[in-house]
């Protein structure tokens, strides 16, 4: 490992040295609002990870419901409603200390990401958060996100991982459950069995 740090790049000159210039497209598919093939992979999009920054360090949490729940307001706006989590908020304390977001949608079946760079506010308005409800519940607060860049991500790591290809998918009982990790990181004071057990019934309760 000694020898590694030998050949730790430290510069931007170095870097770019490495690298080389980028390429036509990979300039060219960046833009600065939301045109309206962006808009359709986005409203496409049942799943994006948000990325904050805040004095505490980084976040890069999940955000996931049916294809158009972050709804394109116009070109520089998208409102992202805040459903029912782990009450943690680590995204919501950096948003207030740091607005700058960056959100990386994911389309089931679709090689390429969409990427938006952004600043974000939270907003607690009634009328708009009534305006996302799902079986009669509102979402506490909703995400609007001011949008200064955005562009796709070409299919390379898609492809190289398989992600969508059923064939390569795991059992999830090859891993360890939550209960387990739980119970192994309190001393069993909490998570076990009976945590894993009343899973499905605790996720439906909570869904929205």
């Not at 030998?6 to 210039?21: F, K, P, Q, R």
């Not at 300039?27 to 992979?41: G, P, Q």
Request: proline letters at 6%; charged letters at 25%.
């Amino acid at each position: 490992m000694s020898e590694s740090r030998d050949h730790i790049v430290t510069s931007i000159e170095a870097l770019e040295h490495i690298y080389g210039e980028p390429f036509g497209p990979s300039i060219a598919k960046e833009t600065d609002r939301v045109t309206s093939h962006y808009r359709a992979f986005i409203e496409a999009a049942p799943f994006f990870a948000l990325a904050t920054a805040g004095p505490e360090g980084l976040d890069c949490s999940p955000r996931g419901d049916a294809p158009g729940f972050v709804r394109v307001h116009d070109e520089k706006t998208l409102l992202v409603p805040d459903r029912r989590g782990n009450n943690r908020i680590d995204s919501w304390r950096n948003i207030l200390s740091d607005p700058r977001v960056a959100l990386l949608f994911l389309i089931p079946g679709c090689g390429e990401t969409i990427r938006v760079n952004g600043r974000a506010a939270i907003s607690t308005d009634p009328a708009l958060a009534q305006s996302f409800s799902v079986d009669g519940k509102s979402p506490r607060a909703v995400l609007i996100v001011s949008v200064e860049r955005v562009f796709y991500q070409c299919s390379k790591a898609i492809v190289r991982s398989k992600l969508w290809d059923a064939s390569r998918h795991i059992d999830r009982k090859s891993l360890p459950s939550n209960g387990t990790i739980l119970a192994d990181l309190t001393g069993g004071r909490i998570g076990g069995e009976a945590h894993d057990r009343d899973a499905p019934e605790r996720l439906k309760a909570t869904l929205y």
